[in-house]
């Protein structure tokens, strides 16, 4: 690979977990979330994507920090895989929650893009801390939804 293609692959890969979260989104935003129950602190769904988007644009910078600094490292295809399974989970909670409605399970994989978060600022910090810094927002707002997803299933 070249040396210069992350610059590329990374932007695109988060842009592509954009996209397809939010088509799946979209799905369940006409009827099915408007009618149910959910706590007076839930934001606004024009607030809930425009975190979103920064929070990709960081990832995206944080994986290509990561690349850069960490290439020659033993870890390396480890980490790119825990980003890579980070960008499926966080695809697949907005499938369960807005197209299939399965709550619960939402929940779960809410805890699952939490860990993997978590994992990665971990992993990524020998490499570059900024890389890892920038996922704390990511970390921060993912521990919001977790319990908000959680109080909406309690609710519903």
Avoid at 5 to 12: D, N, T
Avoid at 32 to 53: A, D, L, R
Wanted: glycine share 8%.
């Amino acid at each position: 690979m070249s040396k210069q293609l992350h610059y590329i692959i990374s932007p695109l890969f988060y842009l592509g977990v954009m996209v397809v979260g939010r088509t799946f989104t979209g799905q369940g935003l006409t009827e099915w979330y408007p009618s149910i129950t959910k706590p007076s602190y839930t934001p606004p769904g024009s607030f809930i994507g425009i975190v979103w988007t920064i929070i990709f644009v960081l990832s995206a910078i944080s994986l290509i920090l990561f690349i850069n600094r960490g290439r020659e490292s033993k870890a390396f295809w480890l980490i790119i895989g825990v980003f890579i399974f980070n960008g499926i989970v966080n695809t697949a909670w907005s499938y369960i929650f807005f197209t299939r409605h399965m709550i619960g399970l939402a929940v779960i994989d809410s805890l699952l893009i939490l860990i993997t978060v978590g994992l990665l600022m971990v992993l990524t910090w020998p490499y570059s801390k900024a890389s890892s810094i920038l996922l704390l927002p990511y970390l921060l707002w993912v521990s919001f939804a977790t319990y908000l997803t959680y109080v909406i299933y309690v609710m519903n």
